[in-house]
């Protein structure tokens, strides 16, 4: 894309935005990237939180926040892009972009969701500026069967790609279920995680289901100085032989 197009895309992602007061602009290091990623956010957090009043779900509006563990499983990426390369990958909660425009310079073929559609414009707004072009999108919510349903007629995948998605225990049934159905057989879940009690009970579940992983650990540096000293746990999830789901056709 042509730098006066692209910068035409971008004040129209932005303006799409107007309902979220002001932006603030960010230069984001990823450890294996050499550009900062630009992104921007809403600085308002109190305009956010009266936006879900009405939300059935009341999901905080944690898109807007830059997570140590999206950048840890961004450098991850940068550090392996054939994880990625060539590959058919969905994101489980795009936040403000970062692990999808490192995934789309990668070569990725992406589909990115999340529950709030503003982030998925900052996610087009920071793949653009990134890898020069806009992942698909799709707003989800894992935890509703329809919403599954809609988003396996695009699968099973041979990449899943998740950041910080389990804050909480109601979390754990819904992912580790979407995990089984919506993965390849051969297909492999980069999940990342900042030691929180419902990861760590997530993944003790995982390898009871025949899932097997490996382990990367990233300490920094992180947007935010006070997030100094958190390490983020980058797992790469595979079944093993064993599983039951290791050789269905999915879907």
């Given amino acids: 894309m042509e730098e006066t197009e692209r910068d035409v895309r971008s004040q129209a992602l932005v303006t799409t935005l107007a309902n979220m007061g002001e932006l603030r602009e960010e230069s984001v290091v990823v450890r294996g990237v050499a550009t900062p990623l630009r992104v921007i956010r809403p600085v308002d957090t109190d305009l956010l ?7 059935p779900e009341q999901n905080l509006p944690y898109w807007a926040e830059l997570w140590p563990s999206g950048v840890g499983l961004a ?7 054939a994880f990625v390369s060539g590959k058919r990958a969905v994101e489980l909660g795009s936040g403000v972009g970062i692990t999808a425009a490192v995934a789309l310079a990668a070569g990725a073929d992406l589909l990115a969701t999340d529950y709030a559609p503003e982030s998925l414009v900052l996610t087009r707004y920071t793949c653009l500026h990134h890898a020069g072009r806009e992942p698909e999108t799709m707003q ?3 935890r509703e069967e329809a919403d599954v349903a809609r988003l396996l007629e695009d699968g099973p995948f041979p990449v899943v790609i998740a950041a910080d998605v389990l804050y909480e225990q109601r979390d754990i049934a819904p992912l580790l279920d979407l995990f089984e159905r919506l993965v390849a057989p ?3 879940v980069l999940l990342a995680h900042p030691g929180r009690p419902p990861a760590k009970r997530f993944l003790e579940l995982a390898r009871n289901a025949g899932w097997v992983s490996t382990v990367h650990e990233y300490m920094g540096p992180w947007p935010d100085a006070n997030d100094f000293g958190i390490v983020v746990f980058v797992h790469r999830l595979q ?3 064993s599983s039951p789901g290791a050789g269905r056709n999915g879907g």
Avoid at 49 to 55: A, F, K, N, Q, S
């Fill in 75 to 81: 450098s991850e990426i940068a550090a392996e892009p």
């Fill in 186 to 188: 051969d297909g492999i």
């Fill in 49 to 55: 939180l009266d936006r879900i009043v009405d939300d």
């Fill in 239 to 241: 079944r093993s032989e």
């Fill in 140 to 142: 989800l919510n894992w």
